[in-house]
């Protein structure tokens, strides 16, 4: 916590928003990509949506790191750079990497949703990291739990990345279609990108050490958890070959 009372109030309410976030996605499934329905009001086009969602991810967490009296520190310079290291290539490069299923487009609501809550998590972050935490000094580089977290995250980020990579090298020969993904994380669970995603933020809040980089973590979980729940089941649903050992999003367990 801080004494700004804007920041603390923010960082409730996400923590609170996670608890929501779990609670509904158990029962409905955010209407896009494979879950696309109708009757969730206006779509809009898939590409424009991936951008608006996650840039104020980036673009909010560049303002109000670049305020703070600490950024030009080692420590919070090099948070800075894992986090922009994610969510520039998220926000600007993936939703041009990514191949579209023709025709296919997104519910606004969800990209509404997104956007907002992208926007408080680059403040939280981008703030605390810059105006508020004492502790990323440069004693901090050799500490542990920063240590840790570095690397934590940079095998979040690969098994992200590659998983994401696997499943568009799926639709090169088949534009239109889902199929059976194979090769690393697939081998044991069916949302190996999500487990990634939820690596990365867990190494992130590990070496910020912080309240922000929880509840980022925390969110994540409830919003990817319940989805990659609902994909496995979709996956075990439409082929009557998918492999029996799978689990959803963690090994032999979940
Ligand atoms: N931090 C967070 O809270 C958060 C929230 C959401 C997403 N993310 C991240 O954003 C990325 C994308 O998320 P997502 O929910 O869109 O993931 P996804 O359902 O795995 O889809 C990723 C891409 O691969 C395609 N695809 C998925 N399964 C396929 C299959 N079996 N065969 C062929 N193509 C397939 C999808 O097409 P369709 O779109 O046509 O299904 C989409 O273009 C992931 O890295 C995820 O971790 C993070």
């Not at 009757?39 to 670049?66: C, D, K, N, Q």
Request: proline share 6%; aromatic share 18%.
């Amino acid at each position: 916590m801080t004494e700004n009372f804007v920041f603390n109030a923010l960082l409730v309410a996400v923590f609170a928003s996670a608890l929501i976030t779990v609670l509904l996605l158990l029962f409905v499934n955010a209407p896009y990509g494979r879950h696309q329905s109708s009757g969730w009001g206006p779509t809009i086009p898939v590409r424009l949506g991936w951008v608006l969602m996650e840039s104020p991810a980036s673009l909010v967490f560049f303002y109000f790191y670049f305020s703070g009296a600490q950024a030009w520190q080692p420590v919070p310079l090099l948070l800075m750079l894992m986090w922009q290291l994610h969510y520039v290539h998220r926000s600007f490069i993936y939703p041009f990497q990514i191949r579209v299923k023709p025709g296919s487009r997104t519910t606004a609501l969800v990209i509404a949703l997104g956007s907002l809550y992208c926007g408080i998590n680059g403040y939280l972050n981008g703030a605390y990291i810059s105006h508020y935490a004492d502790h990323l000094t440069q004693d901090w580089l050799t500490d542990p739990r920063f240590i840790g977290g570095v690397v934590l995250f940079a095998f979040g980020y690969f098994l992200n990345k590659q998983s994401d990579r696997i499943l568009r090298a799926l639709r090169q020969n088949n534009p239109g279609e889902y199929q059976i993904p194979y090769g690393l994380g697939f081998r044991w669970v069916s949302m190996p990108n999500y487990l990634g995603e939820i690596i990365t933020w867990s190494g992130f809040a590990l070496a910020s050490w912080s309240l922000a980089g929880l509840s980022f973590v925390v969110f994540t979980m409830a919003n990817l958890v319940p989805r990659a729940l609902a994909n496995h089941r979709w996956y075990q649903e439409t082929f009557s070959d998918y492999p029996k050992d799978r689990r959803a999003v963690i090994p032999y367990i979940l």
